[in-house]
């Protein structure tokens, strides 16, 4: 049954129903309402899990990884400044291949300060060996993050479930939350072989030299290509048991058939995108989105089935490499070029520090990537040129 | 700077813009307004835009009401109806932005100001504060306020209103309900006449 | 610079966004106007930064920097380092909030006072983290309500104690700690120029009520300051070299409940069961502090009746020392 729920509210559901039994985690906007919700339900009894309420970032994602060391299911979340203080212990999580989800709570990153959405958070964490899963609306949410905690404990690896701060988290919307029973059937009890256990000793976390290195982080690259099929897999089986969702697995198409120019874009933005589309193609268009939720393993070649047939692509992304440009653009590039295709890319950063991408923005990125002239490695969407900082001194 | 074109092909049916100061609850009125909506049977969206926790900081909230699912997450920029509820905002922040041609005012203030006849705006001006003095003991015109918006524009049900209110202020005793639920039809009814004067 | 009062040098002048009731803009007001423009101040993230420049604006008419929310006594450390290698004696301040100093601040501060640099750093005390929405910090007293200890069938608040940062600050052995509130501005000023008088790192506690999170009207922030004082809850200490060097004695002893009874974070303490016993243990640990510290019987320069006092006794104007008395 469908409830008007705030995002955060129906995180803490999901999470909830998924029964860590340690939560871990330190207040930043947007998250914060997450937590708090959690706190409610622990001091209310109704989630039997130990809230700790951490010293900072780095040390509750600290905190959960020994949680999960310790042998249970856990949870935490954070954004912006916040994750990235914790970047040490996720590459720790992530080589150490602990079974954990986290919420990222997307939100800029400073200097200077801002509280309001991007993706520049998770992004610029990447590499650290976690999969990435960017959702789009608050029910995708909810189902991800339950997903996540099977493709987590099937795979040994951290899952970030992503999610737009504000747009996402902070907004009431319609929200399915499954039964506890469903979940349950879904998501099985806990188990961690590599658990730390007197009866059965092992060794976390010990020294690696230049023989033996190589081959570790082969492997985990390894994992992280098969955990995409995994990330599939589980998709299509909560839709199946559950009677909703389905976001594509790794990929989800909009309107790709007959679709000339295509925009590649990632949460909340798809929403907007998909209206704009409607509306293009009524007016007689060829336009056509592709929302990647699954950004790493990056589906490189589910990417390029899906831009098969388009001659023109722009990505829309919320986060900039300063100094080399668009980070999903220029891994889609890589993958068009592996795979021998040349369809141009227009590169696109909008939506920085919050900025909205309304359905003109969006509209005004499609007509100008449809009109044909040359693609830009990367420009900024609805920039004020006059207000840009000059490096140079008048 | 970009100009919103209108939101016809996004079939949206109603958009709402709330205007308040922190701790005055426009976030909750949003929340409520969508709740209510919700309960009617529409597909519903609330949400905010602020900045960190201060009292007395003008805020905006936002919601759509729509017959179809609503995919965009936005914020509101050619408001179908604003709701202001602090009359100070009128001098200081741009309330009346995008605000639709034929667009509703609803408007918590003892009069209405100085210009307002003079467009093709419907202003609906309920001393809502005062009511809410009267029926609350406290100054919260957000309950009024709503009552108002439905009677005047016809969005969302009382009924609805009267649910969502209910099972919101549950927590804080059947004293508080009904007082709210007062709140609600004196809002409600305030706007009656104002509108029969309209007709 | 401002010259609308000529005892003010309005550091941080108005325009700042801060909640009516303030009681950390009040804090940081009077210490940042004792200390003058003629300082460096490096700012935590929290209320203080935020109501003070936001987007794009300043309410600082002193040098000012903000980095990160766990850093500021680690970037002080650096300006001081920069300061005395080009051989200048610039004070360099530190602002910070709870969370600054007592949580994720606490790693730098250390650090801070461990290697000896000559920086004043300021914790301005509003039990919580306020800006994001009052969630518990380790300064957050017991049995308070914060979003993330919320009573509940289950719960009756914050479980853990206040931390006693005071005593960990001056375990360092370093030249000078003190705490302090807004309550008592003579009592304030002696110890911002005590501190100011002194090389070398030292510390003030400033308790700062906060009518937001704390719940209790605007205009009651100075009488719930004073409150924490008179009920032993606050004790205005300070330490040298990790010895307790003076307190302020308490005129009188009042019970807790006056001063929780104002504030609507203790409000689950009188309605349900478990509630009784929590005051009992809030008493308790303030009969403990009175204990500790001997505030009812130490022999003191001055008490909470006299502290308060600035008119009569001439203390405590903004005036240079010297001109006390001319105000």
């Excluded at chain 1, 992004?123 to 060996?129: C, I, L, N």
């Amino acid at each position: 049954m469908r409830q008007l729920l705030e995002g955060s509210r129906a995180v803490a559901e999901a999470v909830r129903l998924c029964r860590p039994q340690v939560i871990a985690a330190y207040p930043i906007t947007p998250q914060t309402h997450i937590i708090e919700h959690l706190a409610q339900f622990v001091a209310d009894g109704e989630l039997s899990a130990r809230l700790i309420n951490a010293e900072s970032e780095f040390g509750a994602a600290s905190v959960v990884l020994g949680a999960v060391a310790g042998g249970t299911r856990a949870f935490t979340a954070s954004a912006s400044q916040g994750l990235l203080l914790m970047t040490e212990v996720l590459y720790n999580i992530a080589g150490l291949r602990l079974p954990l989800v986290m919420v990222c709570a997307n939100r800029a990153v400073g200097a200077p300060i801002n509280i309001f959405s991007d993706h520049q958070d998770s992004m610029s964490v990447r590499d650290a060996g976690w999969v990435q899963l960017y959702v789009e609306s608050n029910q995708e949410a909810v189902d991800t993050i339950i997903q996540a905690y099977r493709i987590a404990e099937a795979c040994e690896l951290p899952v970030m479930v992503c999610m737009d701060g504000f747009f996402l988290t902070h907004t009431f919307e319609p929200v399915a939350i499954p039964e506890q029973a469903a979940v349950d059937e879904f998501l099985p009890p806990f188990q961690f072989a590599r658990a730390l256990d007197p009866a059965r000793p092992m060794t976390l976390g010990g020294g690696s030299e230049p023989d033996n290195y190589l081959e570790y982080r082969a492997g985990h690259h390894q994992a992280m290509e098969q955990a995409g099929e995994v990330v599939a897999a589980m998709d299509t089986e909560f839709s199946g048991q559950f009677g909703r969702g389905g976001y594509g697995g790794l990929v989800e198409p909009y309107c790709l058939e007959g679709a000339e120019t295509v925009m590649v874009t990632l949460g909340s933005t798809m929403g907007a995108v998909r209206d704009v589309v409607d509306r293009l193609r009524a007016d007689g268009m060829a336009v056509g989105a592709l929302r990647l939720r699954c950004f790493r393993p990056f589906p490189a070649q589910v990417i390029t089935q899906q831009l098969a047939s388009a001659a023109r692509i722009v990505v829309l992304e919320k986060a900039i490499s300063a100094g080399a440009g668009g980070i999903v653009a220029g891994e889609l590039r890589a993958a068009l070029y592996q795979a021998g295709m040349s369809a141009p890319v227009d590169g696109v950063i909008g939506g920085l520090g919050g900025r909205d991408l309304t359905p003109a923005v969006i509209e005004a990125i499609f007509r100008r990537a449809a009109a044909g002239n040359a693609s830009a490695a990367c420009r900024f969407a609805d920039l004020n040129a006059d207000a840009v900082p000059s490096t140079q001194e008048s | 700077m970009y100009e919103e074109k209108g939101n016809a092909a996004n079939n949206v049916q109603h958009e709402i813009r709330f205007h308040g100061r922190g701790g005055q609850g426009a976030v909750s009125a949003a929340a409520l307004l969508a709740l209510a909506a919700f309960e009617d049977g529409f597909e519903a969206q609330a949400f905010p835009r602020f900045g960190s926790e201060r009292r007395g900081a003008p805020l905006e909230a936002y919601v759509r009401i729509s017959s179809l699912p609503i995919r965009a997450h936005n914020q509101v920029y050619s408001p179908d109806a604003v709701v202001i509820q602090d009359s100070t905002l009128l001098h200081s922040e741009p309330v009346l932005q995008g605000l639709k041609a034929d667009g509703w005012i609803i408007l918590n203030s003892e009069q209405p100001p100085a210009d307002s006849a003079a467009t093709a705006l419907r202003w609906i001006v309920v001393p809502a504060t005062r009511i809410s003095e009267q029926l609350l003991g406290r100054p919260l015109p957000n309950t009024v306020l709503l009552g108002a918006l439905a009677a005047a524009t016809g969005w969302v049900g009382l009924k609805a209103l009267e649910q969502v209110i209910a099972s919101h202020l549950s927590s804080k005793g059947e004293k508080v309900v009904k007082a709210n639920i007062e709140a609600l039809h004196a809002g409600y009814q305030a706007v009656a006449p104002q509108q029969e004067q309209a007709s | 610079m401002d010259t609308r009062d000529a005892h003010r040098h309005n550091v941080l002048t108005s325009g700042h966004r801060a909640c009516s009731g303030c009681g950390e803009a009040m804090a940081a007001r009077m210490v940042t106007d004792l200390i003058g423009p003629e300082a460096i101040y490096v700012n935590a993230t929290g209320c203080l930064q935020v109501f003070t420049t936001h987007n794009q604006q300043s309410a600082w008419q002193a040098p000012w920097i903000h980095s990160v929310f766990a850093n500021a006594a680690a970037v002080a450390s650096g300006v001081e380092a920069a300061l005395r290698a080009r051989g200048e004696n610039t004070p360099v301040i530190v602002q910070a909030g709870d969370g600054g100093t007592f949580d994720i601040g606490l790693q730098c501060l250390s650090g801070m006072i461990e290697r000896g640099h000559d920086v004043l750093f300021v914790c301005y005390d509003n039990e919580a983290y306020m800006n994001t929405g009052v969630q518990r910090s380790s300064s957050t007293p017991h049995a308070v309500r914060t979003t993330t200890t919320p009573p509940g069938r289950v719960s009756e608040g914050k479980h853990q104690l206040k931390k006693d940062l005071i005593s960990i600050v001056a375990a360092h052995r370093m030249p000078y700690a003190a705490t302090a509130t807004v309550a008592y501005f003579p009592d304030l000023k002696a110890k911002v120029e005590k501190a100011m008088s002194i090389k070398g790192p030292r510390f003030l506690h400033v308790l700062s009520p906060c009518p937001l999170g704390w719940d209790h009207d605007a205009g009651l922030s100075v009488t719930v300051a004073r409150l924490a004082v008179e009920t032993g809850l606050f004790p205005l200490i300070e330490m040298e070299y990790g010895a307790v060097s003076g307190v302020v004695r308490l005129a009188r002893q009042r019970p807790v409940e006056e001063y929780l009874k104002l504030q609507g974070r203790f409000k689950h303490l009188f309605t349900g069961k478990g509630g009784a016993e929590e005051v009992r243990h809030l008493q308790a640990l303030a009969d403990t502090n009175i204990r500790r510290y001997g505030l009812l019987d130490a022999d003191t320069e001055w008490d909470t009746n006299e502290a308060s006092q600035a008119q009569r006794h001439g203390r405590g104007s903004y005036a240079a020392p010297g001109k006390e008395g001319a105000s």
